[in-house]
Structures are given as structure tokens and as C-alpha cells.
């Protein structure tokens, strides 16, 4: 039983190494696809007012049907808004915390705003109330101030448009 050896022939042995690669790649391929609610997330539109860039806001507490057509109040800082969004599905575990808020003042320094609720407003309807706290989260700037801001939102790492 001496000097034998052990003979594996190098292209059989490539071929089983790919055959077993290409299997655990297609096999990640079928788990990573299973649950997927659609891999290209879209922009988010915040609902403005008609002919206008004026976002449509209101109390959180003072939300009833149907959705404002125009905002007559403004909002002090350091109190919650509701704003109106659109062109988002959300998933099934997906909650206010998926959104990031922003406002720009006229100087051009910007807040992050605390994102609080997020409440669809009926089942057939595909326009939530995103409920904000007009506070800088990071606290770097301050309190926004009492005056019209540019107001934003980004959900899934898409930006939404630009509204005051």
C-alpha cells in the first residue's frame, strides 16, 4: 500500500467548483427575491396647493375628511404639522421612522425635523399624513424660525419636491 496516490482531474474538479457556485448563486438569487415588494422605490410627492408650491398642512389633532385644499395657519416652531404625501408604498412593517424630514430657511441653513406618525387616510387612498415636529433633530441650527421654509422629505433614499 505504498506510494499510492490520490488522482483528481483539474478540469472535473473546475467544473464541480462552478456547478456548485453557480447553484449558491441562484439559490441567494430565489431567497433574496421572496418577500420583495419591489425593488425601485419612487420619489415621494408632498401635496401642495393648487397652482402653488404652498404645502397643504394642518394640526395633527384637526385632521378630518377630505384632505385641505389650501393651509391658512403658520406653524411656531416647536409644533407638530401634518403634512400630505403621495407616491409611496409603503411595506407592511414600514413606519414614520422610513421617512427623514427637512426645511431650508431663506439663509440657507437647513433643519432635520423630527418625523413623528405616519396615518394612511383610507385603504383606496394612497395619500398618507405625515405628522412632523418642527424641532432640529440634530440640534445643530437651533429652532426653525418663525418665517416660510422650503420643506422636504426623503423615503427609501429618494427625495421628494421642494414645497414652502
Do not use: H
Request: hydrophobic share 40%.
Amino acid at each position: 500500500m505504498e506510494g499510492k496516490r490520490l488522482r483528481i482531474d483539474p478540469g472535473q474538479f473546475c467544473r464541480k467548483g462552478f456547478f456548485i457556485c453557480l447553484t449558491a448563486f441562484l439559490f441567494s438569487i430565489a431567497v433574496a427575491g421572496q418577500g420583495d415588494e419591489g425593488f425601485e422605490s419612487t420619489e415621494p410627492v408632498l401635496i401642495s396647493e393648487a397652482n402653488s408650491t404652498k404645502a397643504i398642512a394642518i394640526q395633527p389633532e384637526n385632521w378630518l375628511e377630505p384632505l385641505p385644499t389650501e393651509t391658512s395657519e403658520i406653524f411656531p416652531p416647536g409644533s407638530r404639522v401634518m403634512i400630505f404625501v403621495t407616491n409611496v408604498t409603503l411595506m407592511r412593517d414600514e413606519k414614520a421612522n422610513a421617512f427623514r424630514a427637512f426645511a431650508e430657511d431663506a439663509s440657507g441653513k437647513r433643519y432635520r425635523l423630527t418625523v413623528e406618525d405616519i396615518q394612511r387616510r383610507t385603504k383606496r387612498d394612497p395619500v398618507y399624513g405625515l405628522t412632523l415636529r418642527i424641532v432640529d433633530l440634530n440640534g445643530y441650527n437651533g429652532l426653525p424660525p418663525r418665517a416660510e421654509v422650503l420643506l422636504w422629505v426623503s423615503w427609501r433614499g429618494n427625495t421628494s419636491n421642494r414645497v414652502r
